[in-house]
């Protein structure tokens, strides 16, 4: 299903003598300007930009036809970031434009979809030498024209699956730890080796001095490699590069296909690539959110804590529980929260959640997850009876048994648990569950 949002530009964006000029579609303003300068490094975020716009438009599982989305982007304080997720929602790309790769006014911050038209990705391509790459995101100035004159219409339809991605990515991602650097000349060399576009062997990568070694199987430290050419994308940011950072969880022998994140760093910008744990799974399947959300608390602390946000490139989660005198986990889940309303990611490089705003309400977050809807209704409905670490739950189509882990994990005996064995988050019996205090035990 789509959710059409429908975005003015001004005009089509494009590269002018002056430079490159992406026009906006949205924010705190009609058309704002969130920076307005020099980019240090114009060919690299030429062809980093180039990459975000391509994953846009490509579909990775069944690649039957072109997507046409257009990339994110959020201005913060002295940061561009550019966003997009593949077609088929399984690639996440980001583009992070640093400090050091700015030269210009940051004249504001928010978050809007950037038109990347066909004539703008040719002459992103045609970008070389010294050439110097100057940006406008918004117009020069906030003249209001009618739509039959100046301003551009698009109905662009926004699919739920990008805010769905959205929410499950940063999720995931905020679970990740740094696992390999190397060179971006191994890099190169590594990327050269993988399979094809089209292979959907799950690989697992391990740090090997300087490079990377593959490996059919999983191991500590390693790092999960599914669909190996989706890191296509990154080829073209390969020369301006100085390391490949490559991210994951926590994996030992016989994990399953777990999501990882894989970053080219040239000093001035960031290009990553997050993918799924299979080719064939979009992130908006993927369930990591649903035990955050289930809180009944989480609503009310996601609009304390998203009161609070500003705009840094990196929120301080500690600081936040400070200021809101909540707890950590309840910070973190009220984080969880908002990143369904597509107001928070999360950037492993740093290590710290970060802010951006979507044309979404908060309360999407129920109507996009089934599972949370059934569990709140099992709940209602009294259909949760528990037993100590273990509990019964009287679905529409039979009876369950709930089992809580001593890792906090749940297992359930319905079909839908026996076939994802909690790799999608949990089911909604054992959300239910977790909704239940259980039962305080009475001294005699």
């Given at each position: 299903?789509?959710?059409?949002?429908?975005?003015?530009?001004?005009?089509?964006?494009?590269?002018?003598?002056?430079?490159?000029?992406?026009?906006?579609?949205g924010g705190p303003a009609a058309n704002p300007r969130f920076f307005a300068g020099f980019l240090t490094a114009p060919v690299a975020a030429a062809a980093g930009l180039l990459a975000v716009a391509e994953v846009a438009r490509t579909r990775y599982h069944r690649p039957v036809d072109r997507a046409s989305l257009d990339p994110v982007v959020?201005?913060?304080?002295?940061?561009?970031?550019?966003?997009?997720?593949?077609?088929?929602?399984?690639?996440?790309?980001?583009?992070?434009?640093?400090?050091?790769?700015?030269?210009?006014?940051?004249?504001?911050?928010?978050?809007?979809?950037?038109?990347?038209?066909?004539?703008?990705?040719?002459?992103?391509?045609?970008?070389?030498g010294i050439e110097p790459l100057h940006v406008a995101v918004g117009p020069d100035d906030l003249t209001v024209s009618t739509l039959d004159g100046a301003v551009v219409e698009r109905k662009v339809p926004l699919p739920d699956r990008w805010l769905r991605g959205f929410a499950e990515v940063h999720v995931l991602t905020a679970g990740f730890?740094?696992?390999?650097?190397?060179?971006?000349?191994?890099?190169?060399?590594?990327?050269?080796?993988?399979?094809?576009?089209?292979?959907?062997?799950?690989?697992?990568?391990?740090?090997?001095?300087?490079?990377?070694?593959?490996?059919?199987?999983?191991?500590?430290?390693?790092?999960?490699?599914?669909?190996?050419?989706?890191?296509?994308?990154?080829?073209?940011?390969?020369?301006?590069?100085?390391?490949?950072?490559?991210?994951?969880?926590?994996?030992?022998?016989?994990?399953?296909?777990?999501?990882?994140?894989?970053?080219?760093?040239?000093?001035?910008?960031?290009?990553?690539?997050?993918?799924?744990?299979?080719?064939?799974?979009?992130?908006?399947?993927?369930?990591?959110?649903?035990?955050?959300?289930?809180?009944?608390?989480?609503?009310?602390?996601?609009?304390?804590?998203?009161?609070?946000?500003?705009?840094?490139?990196?929120?301080?989660?500690?600081?936040?529980?400070?200021?809101?005198?909540?707890?950590?986990?309840?910070?973190?889940?009220?984080?969880?929260?908002?990143?369904?309303?597509?107001?928070?990611?999360?950037?492993?490089?740093?290590?710290?959640?970060?802010?951006?705003?979507?044309?979404?309400?908060?309360?999407?977050?129920?109507?996009?997850?089934?599972?949370?809807?059934?569990?709140?209704?099992?709940?209602?409905?009294?259909?949760?009876?528990?037993?100590?670490?273990?509990?019964?739950?009287?679905?529409?189509?039979?009876?369950?048994?709930?089992?809580?882990?001593?890792?906090?994990?749940?297992?359930?005996?319905?079909?839908?648990?026996?076939?994802?064995?909690?790799?999608?988050?949990?089911?909604?019996?054992?959300?239910?569950?977790?909704?239940?205090?259980?039962?305080?035990?009475?001294?005699?």
């Open positions: 299903m789509n959710a059409v949002q429908t975005y003015r530009y001004l005009q089509p964006s494009a590269l002018r003598p002056a430079g490159l000029d992406l026009q906006t579609c959020t201005g913060s304080r002295g940061r561009l970031r550019f966003e997009s997720f593949s077609g088929c929602c399984g690639v996440y790309a980001r583009m992070d434009v640093l400090p050091s790769g700015l030269d210009g006014e940051v004249g504001g911050h928010g978050t809007t979809n950037v038109d990347v038209n066909p004539p703008l990705r040719e002459a992103l391509a045609r970008v070389g730890e740094p696992r390999a650097e190397i060179p971006a000349t191994e890099a190169a060399a590594f990327l050269r080796r993988l399979p094809a576009a089209g292979d959907r062997t799950v690989l697992w990568a391990v740090p090997a001095g300087r490079t990377l070694r593959l490996t059919s199987r999983p191991a500590p430290g390693a790092v999960c490699l599914a669909g190996a050419g989706r890191l296509a994308a990154l080829r073209g940011l390969l020369r301006h590069a100085r390391t490949l950072r490559v991210y994951g969880p926590t994996v030992r022998a016989g994990s399953p296909a777990v999501p990882s994140t894989w970053e080219l760093d040239t000093g001035a910008l960031r290009l990553s690539l997050t993918l799924s744990p299979e080719p064939y799974r979009g992130f908006s399947g993927e369930g990591a959110a649903l035990a955050a959300l289930a809180g009944d608390d989480v609503v009310d602390d996601a609009e304390l804590v998203g009161a609070l946000l500003d705009w840094e490139p990196t929120i301080d989660v500690a600081a936040l529980a400070d200021a809101t005198a909540l707890p950590d986990d309840r910070v973190r889940a009220a984080l969880a929260q908002l990143g369904t309303a597509g107001r928070v990611g999360y950037d492993a490089a740093d290590g710290g959640y970060f802010h951006r705003a979507m044309p979404y309400d908060a309360g999407r977050a129920e109507r996009d997850n089934p599972r949370l809807v059934g569990a709140r209704a099992l709940v209602e409905h009294g259909a949760v009876e528990r037993d100590g670490e273990h509990a019964t739950v009287h679905g529409d189509a039979g009876v369950y048994r709930v089992r809580r882990h001593p890792d906090g994990t749940y297992s359930c005996t319905c079909r839908w648990w026996a076939r994802h064995r909690g790799q999608r988050g949990p089911c909604r019996h054992a959300l239910a569950v977790s909704m239940v205090p259980a039962p305080v035990a009475v001294r005699p």
